[in-house]
């Protein structure tokens, strides 16, 4: 078996990552194979990110608090793993529970990843539904039309 390799990401500097760090020390993760990033997940330059993936060697386990820390779309996400898989390398992540060596565990990431995108999907379209709320029946013709 290979290293617990780890990586977290906060998207703004006003954020604290200590939560993450904590629940990735308490999975049994070293500090000196913690990456770690800020900036948003939609931005593509991730630095710690790219330190992290290179460094990753066949049986290491690449560790996340949460799926969205890797990538934040189920496009990329999946891409990722895919790529992690080509290289025999594992993925897990600790509030989702997925852990993609077994097939119950990559069953629950395809879940999870759609779930989170939906989750975001709203939250975007959210305060545009509720701006664009259709008029009453009738409205328009009360209206002397």
Known sequence: MGELVDYARVSTSGQDLALQLEA?????????????????GSVTDRPELARCLDYLRVGDTLVVWRLDRLRRSLKHLIAAIA??????????????????PTAA?????????????????????????????????????????
Request: contains cysteine; charged residues 25%.
């Open 24 to 40: 990735l020390q308490q999975a049994g993760c070293a500090a000196p194979r913690i990456y770690r990033d800020v900036g948003s």
């Open 83 to 100: 790529e992690l898989e080509a290289r025999n390398v594992a993925f897990r992540s600790l509030q989702e529970n997925v852990d993609t």
């Open 105 to 145: 565990g990559r069953r629950q990431l395809h879940l999870f990843a759609a779930l989170a995108e939906f989750e975001r999907e709203l939250g975007r379209d959210g305060p545009a539904l509720v701006l664009r709320q259709p008029e009453p029946v009738g409205a328009s013709a009360a209206g002397g039309g």
